[in-house]
């Protein structure tokens, strides 16, 4: 299998135990070309929690792609959050915000959608748009081209609007025009998948794939913990898979494959008539 493995909102510091070595065999299990991590590693930005998300992270034995979410910098400590709000998190995973993942199969380029002005909200700068977009428009033919960011850029529940990226509408067309297959995302613990088409072309379209919260109790309502997977199995085809973790059997199993189909112009992927999923109410 030729995957990486995305996963969002650990919140080290409320974590599972159960769930974190379920994960573990996933991975071990899967072999991902990387696993990526869209922000919230941990509850509260605290050293101790950023440890043990360090620690889990030593155990994958693969490459690891991080971007910070908004619990990942500090709340309380108001000294920190105005003068080193990544402090901690650059001392456990780097001075890189916005890293870059670059295989013969997969690009993935990291987005620092946190700002320490804000609460929780994301934003995005042109300056990040116009990054992002020159990286897309070079990568290489062949390539399954994803951007990762912490915050949602589209909402499956009316609700979440308020929780949408600022700056999306200038980002989202100008991704999806310079070849974006996928845009991760999670902050908002609902794992889904929905396409946003492009201005240019009527069957050129990009995939919002968000997760749940990978390993803490804090779930939204019923949905279990839960984390996706990209698999590329050849350069013709490509596939967005939904990893739930089941109490009962105490591991992760495969609740959806939605399957998309990719041109051969490198990477773009074209619209396809269908989405088959074994989850109702997960829109296409």
Known sequence: MTCVLHMSDPHFGTEQPAVVQALLGLVSHLKPQAVLIGGDITQRARNSQFRSAAEFVGQLGCPVLCVPGNHDLPLFNV???????????????????????????????GV???????HKDGEVSPRQIARVRRQLLAARPGQVRIVMAHHPVRAQVESDRANLLHGRQQAVPEWVDAGADFILGGHIHLPYCMPVHSVLSETRRTWVLQAGTALSHRVRGNVPNSVNVIDSETPQSCFAERWDFDVAQGQFVRVQRL????????GVLAGVPEIKSTLAGVHG
């Open 112 to 118: 620092n959608t946190t700002r320490a002005q804000r």
């Open 79 to 109: 000294f920190a959050r105005l003068f080193r709000p990544y402090g901690n998190y650059m001392r456990w995973f780097g001075k890189d915000l916005e890293p870059t993942y670059d295989s013969d199969e997969f690009l993935v380029i």
């Open 259 to 266: 399957d998309v189909s990719r041109s051969l112009a490198g």
